[in-house]
């Protein structure tokens, strides 16, 4: 959440030549509203089980470079799928890169800005240890968006030069 993975994915996308999926995109599409309404009119619940399916439909998909939502990849059928059928990056900046950002963000319905640090800091913790289970972890912070690219897409090459 607040990372980039927008950002970095459009622009990798655009070098590969591939198609680019933003899940949340996908989802406030269909559902004509944006996330936090969602969950706030519909559960997160609701707003999951709609991930989860779109996700894993996306996932079959060739030539694509897919954004998932910051808990996606908590979801066990996301992650067996993504672990299958993809190479998968983590984008983990430090955290308090990420309060600043988020600070400036108002659609984001797991934080509220009363207590942003606590919330932020808590998240990140919970989904640590999950989110390193990706093929590979990019460390963002003092990197330009460009250079994240950059090493994405030299451990990409690399990796597919080896299947």
Do not use: H
Not at 45 to 62: A, D, H, N, W
Request: proline share 1%; charged share 35%; aromatic share 8%.
């Amino acid at each position: 959440m607040g990372v980039g993975k927008s950002t970095i994915g459009k622009t990798l996308a655009n070098k590969l030549s591939f198609k680019f999926i933003d899940i949340d995109k996908v989802i406030e599409k269909k559902e004509r509203c944006t996330i936090d309404i969602i969950f706030k009119n519909k559960s997160e619940s609701y707003f999951r089980s709609l991930e989860s399916k779109i996700t894993l439909q996306k996932l079959k998909e060739e030539k694509v470079v897919i954004s998932l939502g910051g808990g996606a990849f908590l979801n066990n059928s996301i992650r067996r799928a993504v672990k299958s059928s993809s190479i998968s990056f983590w984008l983990d900046t430090n955290l308090d890169i990420l309060i600043k950002r988020l600070k400036k963000n108002k659609k984001r319905p797991l934080i509220t800005k009363k207590n942003l640090n606590y919330t932020v800091k808590k998240i990140y913790l919970e989904r640590k240890k999950t989110y390193s289970e990706a093929n590979f972890k990019i460390r963002c912070e003092n990197l330009r968006p460009e250079a994240i690219v950059s090493k994405i897409l030299d451990l990409y090459e690399n990796t597919t030069d080896q299947i």
